[in-house]
């Protein structure tokens, strides 16, 4: 079982930047591919950027050159840097966590809500 804790989210104006964490709980971190997703108000919930646990990066064309997912194996802890922020960037970003071997072993935190002004 992992635990992931969001943080990191508020409002801010068009242009600015934010960096959002998610905090894991457990020993394995390590053996997890990490995930930002997010969802705004009635849409699907949509990728954002995701990083392997060999550290590759792949990030969804609308978020390409202003964000960067990153993580910390010592500190359980993945990273999204959001840079140059849009209102339409305003959503509920949520953490995911997917083992490697085993697809069950699949969670979520709870979000965190970014509000861009215009």
């Known amino acids: 079982q992992v635990q992931l804790v969001e943080s990191g989210g508020g409002l801010v104006q068009a242009g600015g930047s934010l960096r959002l964490s998610c905090a894991a709980s457990g020993r394995t971190f390590s053996s997890y591919a990490m995930g930002w997703y997010r969802q705004a108000p009635g849409k699907q919930r949509e990728l954002v950027a995701t990083?392997?646990?060999?550290?590759?990066?792949n990030y969804a064309d609308s978020v390409k050159d202003r964000f960067t997912i990153s993580r910390d194996n010592a500190k359980n802890t993945v990273y999204l840097q959001m840079n140059s922020l849009k209102p339409e960037d305003t959503a509920v970003y949520y953490c995911?966590?997917?083992?490697?071997?085993?697809?069950?072993?699949?969670?979520w935190g709870q979000g965190t809500q970014v509000t861009v002004s215009s």
């Open positions: 995911n966590a997917k083992h490697v071997l085993i697809p069950r072993y699949d969670y």
């Open positions: 990083i392997t646990a060999g550290g590759s990066t």
